[in-house]
């Protein structure tokens, strides 16, 4: 297990429980990639290298380098020597010219792993993750390359990251560097992809690869609802149990590409990293680049074994919060009950209704502050609007602790509305390029956060809110994509690094939070989901996942997220109907057992709902805290998808110990004329005894995952049934 340099081969193996991951020098120094895939029982060698393909290897002819380097399966490519295919580190010198070419210097294994300075980064103890750092050079420009790969064993995931450091005398600049590759042989691979748009964000794609190079992007300044820094590449007919699956995923929330290059010779390169669109770095003499870190994931047991992978590691070594295994409040969120038309009384009344069912904290949306009563001012200006918060936030947030529930509330840190007094101000402190009026989107400008005193003050309203209550939540929103990428801060020279200073300025934001407030439960949100990503789990333990609410909708944005993320993370709240978004009315039972599958909530006035829908709200709140832990630490098995291809839905979550299982299934289309389905279960013990919860009914494990379990066909649309087998024996 662990990390190995096999010194007669010039090779490093990283074993995980289930992969291995192959690294070969080249008699030049070249660093290439050999293997990944599943684990090897003994040492791997090198000669999937090819490196005695003559006549091309540069050490036996350099007449042919530019063939060689077109087709060497490489561990980190770079731009303008000869290889073609995309790049991965583009350096411009002080002449103008791009060009690099690194060579293997020295190397080093250890046990652990390192954060990555400014950025969020997976961690593991000793016992968990190994690391190998392979130190490059390229002596011309006077540059050095570590590429760092850290292996957790138990997670079967490698993750990667780049550090690039200026050792030399010129002053460079880096127009690309991402921070992993993958060059493989191609085996007949379909690209599956996460994309959307608002509110309908990460739905499930597929298709086969073609030829010349495919990607999902984003140059708007954020993760973005419509494509999403994931991708996996199956091999044909790749299914829940079973296939081979190679996945990418990024710890970051700005600009990225991940793409998949199928060359002349058939092979495939896989890329990830920040977005070389609208980026250049500056690197001085002495200076350090870190990339942001990429996590690989190896599956040869199909699409649901690269889901739990995922899952176990954010639950383990990416959520840092103390929530991330602790039970959340149920909430009830005011802005679909209220928009912006609300005051302490109406908070309140939802307060007192909402106590009454059980519900445990009031979290206040958007309009309590500054003039805000649309979206169209004041964002920038974080002090109460006491013409609607009439006794000011402390009384307010006395008065509903008084009731009985915590309270949350909502901002947007990163934003500056023309229409606000911190705009008369500091009109310059809103990202716009010089001469040019800037494009406003949803009535807003974007606050320049590579500006400390502009990120300072954001960072301050917030702390000084929180400070004058006890505050027990915050809904950190994002509401505009970037654009007119111009800093009145930075010189000319620097304008490519706004976009990732953006984005560090929005993590050591998150990260003062966090710190200050250890015990504040943050979620993220952008717009709905713009922001769901790694980056973000970093901070905050939950994500609202889609302003969607509608159930039906939920499946697949939810599916689709849940392909990656655990179901702890995922914001998911009950909403009213007809569905503000669609239109759509669905049972109120079936909303609630939808937003099961994520941290559970309310999303709608509590007042005004019908006798018959508020009388179910305690006997679901109760739902919630009876399986909040195994929905939180199980393992997600999905067992149907009405998006691929049935008339319903079906997952389930089973305890690690296999003690018991909940399993959500939605009829979305009644048909007529139809006998029960079987639904075959995961995660049991073979031999274990099961008896169905409510029921006498007692099945064993095995029945239950190789005959299946009945579910009866019963009239109605969006109708859904929740099944917990509980171990007996
Ligand atoms: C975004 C969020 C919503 C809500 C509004 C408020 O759209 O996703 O949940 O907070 O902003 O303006």
Request: with cysteine; proline share 4%.
């Amino acid at each position: 297990m662990g990390i190995s340099y096999i010194e007669k081969k010039k090779i490093f193996q990283m074993d995980t429980e289930n992969t291995t991951y192959l690294i070969g020098l080249s008699p030049e120094g070249y660093v290439g990639h050999i293997y990944y895939g599943r684990r090897l029982k003994g040492e791997g060698s090198n000669y999937l290298l090819r490196m005695n393909e003559a006549p091309y290897t540069p050490s036996v002819n350099q007449r042919e380098k530019s063939s060689f380097l077109d087709f060497f399966p490489t561990e980190y490519p770079t731009g303008g020597i000869g290889d073609y295919r995309e790049s991965c580190l583009d350096v411009r010198n002080e002449r103008g010219s791009i060009g690099s070419e690194l060579f293997f210097k020295s190397y080093h294994i250890r046990k652990g792993k390192d954060g990555l300075e400014g950025l969020p980064a997976s961690f593991g103890s000793e016992k968990d993750v190994e690391t190998l750092e392979i130190l490059c050079e390229d002596s011309i420009l006077g540059l050095a390359v570590t590429l760092s790969y850290s292996a957790f064993e138990k997670c079967d995931i490698i993750t990667r990251s780049v550090k690039v450091k200026n050792i030399g005398e010129q002053h460079l600049k880096l127009e690309k560097v991402y921070s992993a590759c993958l060059d493989m042989d191609n085996k007949e691979f379909e690209m599956l992809t996460l994309a959307g748009s608002w509110a309908r964000e990460r739905c499930i794609q597929r298709g086969k690869i073609r030829f010349g190079k495919q990607l999902v992007s984003s140059v708007k300044g954020e993760s973005s609802h419509q494509e999403h820094p994931f991708m996996a590449l199956v091999t044909e007919g790749t299914a829940q149990e079973t296939g081979e699956v190679y996945a990418m995923n990024f710890i970051y929330s700005g600009n990225f590409i991940a793409q998949t290059e199928m060359s002349q010779f058939g092979n495939i390169r896989m890329v990830m990293g920040i977005h070389s669109d609208y980026f250049c770095w500056n690197l001085r003499p002495g200076e350090t680049f870190q990339a942001p870190e990429a996590v690989l994931a190896y599956s040869a047991e199909g699409l649901g074994r690269m889901t739990r992978n995922f899952h176990d590691f954010y639950r383990e070594h990416l959520i840092r919060s103390p929530y991330k295994y602790g039970k959340r409040p149920v909430l009830i969120n005011n802005w679909e009950a209220t928009y912006f038309d609300f005051d302490s009384e109406k908070l309140l009344g939802i307060a007192r209704e909402a106590k009454k069912a059980g519900i445990e904290m009031l979290v206040m949306d958007d309009g309590w502050f500054g003039k805000r009563n649309f979206d169209d001012s004041s964002l920038g200006d974080w002090t109460v609007n006491e013409e609607k918060i009439t006794s000011g936030l402390p009384d307010l947030v006395e008065k509903v602790n008084k009731i009985g529930l915590k309270f949350g509330i909502w901002f947007e840190p990163e934003m500056i509305s023309p229409d606000s007094e911190l705009y008369r101000k500091h009109p310059d402190w809103a990202i716009q390029i010089a001469g040019r009026c800037p494009s406003q989107s949803r009535a807003q400008y974007v606050l320049d956060l590579s500006r400390p005193e502009a990120a300072d003050y954001a960072y301050r309203c917030v702390a000084d809110i929180l400070n004058s209550a006890p505050i027990a939540y915050v809904k950190w929103d994002m509401n505009r994509q970037l654009c007119d990428i111009g800093s009145s801060y930075l010189d000319k020279e620097s304008q490519g690094e706004l976009l990732h200073r953006y984005m560090l300025g929005v993590y050591r934001m998150q990260e003062r939070l966090v710190q200050e407030f250890p015990d504040l439960l943050l979620e993220n949100c952008s717009g709905g989901g713009a922001r769901f990503d790694p980056g973000m789990l970093y901070y905050s333990p939950q994500i609202w996942c889609s302003d969607d609410v509608d159930a039906l909708e939920r499946l697949k944005i939810q599916e689709g997220t849940a392909l990656i993320y655990p179901l702890s993370s995922i914001g998911a709240h009950v909403g009213d109907c007809p569905n503000h978004i669609v239109g759509r009315n669905t049972p109120f039972e079936t909303r609630g057992h939808v937003a099961l599958a994520g941290t559970f909530g309310y999303e709608l006035d509590i007042t005004k709902i019908g006798e018959e829908e508020r009388g179910q709200i305690p006997g679901q709140v109760e739902i919630y805290h009876k399986y909040q832990e195994l929905v939180q630490k199980g393992d997600y098995y999905r067992l149907a998808s009405w998006s691929m291809e049935k008339p319903y839905d079906c997952w389930e979550v089973a305890a690690k110990d296999a003690s018991c299982a909940l399993v959500t299934y939605i009829q979305v289309l009644a048909q007529p004329n139809m006998h029960s389905r079987v639904i075959y279960l995961r995660g049991l013990e073979d031999g274990g005894q099961y008896r169905l919860e409510g029921t006498e009914e007692v099945y064993s494990g095995e029945e239950l995952m190789k005959c299946g379990y009945l579910i009866p066909s019963e009239k109605g649309d969006f109708r859904s049934w929740l099944y917990c087998f509980i171990r007996c024996d």
